[in-house]
């Protein structure tokens, strides 16, 4: 167990819906990321939360939104759902530091079980 | 795109035996990361290697970095059937200290009972 969390383990739905996943990151972590996870893609980076702000960014769609709360756990919101955006998501955490010049850095990442989005 | 690449694509052991896995990437990294992930499931962080380290064991994992190369090995001892799983490396990439991961496309390692 990474402890880190992630609900819904599964989630079903049709095209042109919205779902929001959620992520509870390991006690203490202040930075969150989410993968996404497809057979023809292999594991994307989409989006990472530092303390509250968006941190880097990768191949997340514009349908795609996320932010993190000030208890730090994270969502990641899809939009207009097409059949293509069925995959494996994945938030990690991770201890981030500042060094006053530079930063944050980052150690090990540690991954959640995931949600398995099907869009019908 | 894909910073790493792992070769092969594809093992097939039987336990006791050694299984050692490749990784090459592109650019200068800050470190490189091994997960294991079981069909379907969560990835399990295996072990970290930063740029100024040559070489890391865990338990049965030896891991070796070649930054003039730009490669990593994974080696695995005395396999066992529970070692059955897709392994990913991972990249930190350079610059701005993100700590976004670059993954390959993985290897996928059977080991037969």
């Known amino acids: 167990d990474s402890g880190v969390t992630q609900t819904p383990k599964h989630l079903i739905t049709a095209t042109g819906q919205r779902v929001t996943l959620r992520c509870s990151p390991r006690?203490?972590?202040?930075?969150v990321y989410w993968y996404q996870q497809s057979l023809d893609q292999g594991l994307q980076f989409l989006i990472q939360?530092?303390?509250?702000?968006?941190?880097a960014k990768g191949n997340i769609l514009e349908r795609f939104s996320a932010q993190q709360f000030p208890d730090l756990h994270s969502e990641l919101n899809l939009s207009s759902l097409e059949l293509g955006d069925s995959a494996l998501y994945f938030c990690?955490?991770?201890?981030?530091?500042?060094?006053?010049?530079?930063?944050?850095?980052?150690?090990?990442?540690?991954f959640g079980p995931g949600t398995r989005l099907t869009v019908l | 795109s894909q910073q790493g690449e792992e070769d092969p694509q594809a093992l097939s052991i039987q336990e006791g035996e050694n299984a050692t896995m490749n990784c090459s990437y592109k650019?200068?990294?800050?470190?490189l990361q091994w997960y294991r992930q079981n069909s379907g499931r969560g990835l399990v962080h295996l072990i970290l290697?930063?740029?100024?380290?040559r070489e890391k064991h865990s338990g049965r994992l030896r891991v070796t970095l070649d930054t003039s190369k730009k490669s990593s090995s994974l080696l695995i001892t005395a396999s066992r059937a529970a070692d059955t799983a897709s392994y990913f490396c991972?990249?930190?990439?350079?610059?701005?200290?993100?700590?976004?991961?670059?993954f390959g496309q993985g290897t996928t390692l059977q080991v037969k009972p």
């Open positions: 990690a955490s991770s201890v981030s530091w500042t060094s006053g010049i530079g930063g944050p850095f980052t150690d090990t990442q540690y």
């Open positions: 006690s203490g972590d202040l930075s």
């Open positions: 939360y530092y303390n509250g702000e968006e941190r």
């Open positions: 650019t200068s990294i800050n470190n």
């Open positions: 290697i930063r740029s100024n380290e």
């Open positions: 991972a990249t930190v990439i350079g610059s701005g200290n993100t700590g976004k991961l670059i």
